[in-house]
């Protein structure tokens, strides 16, 4: 199946209020090329270099997410464009995030990642830790960032009750800090939640944001 087959039908399945992003990490710029000729023009990648590159080459007016680990000194690369970093799991980084966006007199949307995951490996906060962040000192003075919600991975199962319930404490935590922190704050919408394996499920679980790659430019 070409990729402009498989993103029309996945298109097809996302209801309207939750937003694509195709992850084209690893895929070349002729893949990206042909999902943005079928009208896709959000797009996902994990290394800072690699998206720095396809930005510089590819039409300007894709919106870049970052989706992966971020190290604080690969912030660089990407802070003068970048539409939204995913996955921030400390106020180290924060602080990165912050001073790249001033050299660059922008401010950057993240959302926090939270571990849900059974799986040891996966990265990401807890709710406390959250909080931490959010009511330290260090945080209040940022002024080039700004969270707009939350993003977590499911663990990798076939086990659906597994994946939903932990799809369910990720959107908990998403209503907890909303009422916490960000009840005035707008711009704190974003769900991010779902790949290509599961998110059917977290569309129905309240993701705003799915994050699907393999189903759309085929294995990596
Ligand atoms: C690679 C990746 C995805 C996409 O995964 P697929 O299973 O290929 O859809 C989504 N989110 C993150 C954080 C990723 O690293």
């Not at 994990?46 to 039409?59: F, G, V």
């Not at 992966?68 to 980084?93: C, D, M, R, W």
């Not at 080039?144 to 932990?166: F, L, N, P, W």
Request: aromatic share 8%.
């Amino acid at each position: 199946m070409s990729i402009a087959t498989n993103l029309l039908a996945i298109q097809a399945t996302i209801p309207k209020g939750v937003r694509l992003v195709a992850v084209s990490k690893t895929k070349p710029n002729e893949a990206i090329m042909e999902a943005y000729q079928v009208g896709q023009r959000v797009f996902g990648e994990n290394r800072p270099q690699e998206l720095r590159d396809k930005q510089a080459d590819l039409p300007k007016d894709i919106e870049w997410h970052f989706i992966g680990h971020l190290q604080t000194n690969k912030v660089k690369y990407i802070a003068p464009f970048v539409s939204l970093i995913h996955g921030v799991e400390s106020l180290k980084l924060l602080q990165e995030i912050d001073k790249e966006a001033r050299k660059s007199q922008r401010v950057i949307p993240c959302l926090l990642e939270f571990h849900i995951a059974e799986e040891e490996t996966k990265y990401g906060l807890n709710l406390q830790e959250a909080r931490e962040i959010l009511t330290g000192d260090g945080f209040q003075k940022l002024e080039h960032i700004s969270i707009c919600g939350v993003m977590g991975m499911a663990t990798y199962t076939q086990d659906e009750a597994q994946i939903r319930k932990e799809f369910k404490n990720l959107k908990l935590i998403f209503e907890t800090l909303k009422k916490e922190f960000f009840n005035e704050a707008p711009a704190f919408c974003e769900l991010s939640m779902g790949m290509s394996g599961d998110y059917l499920i977290a569309i129905q679980e309240g993701s705003t944001l799915v994050r699907i790659g393999s189903s759309i430019f085929g294995s990596r």
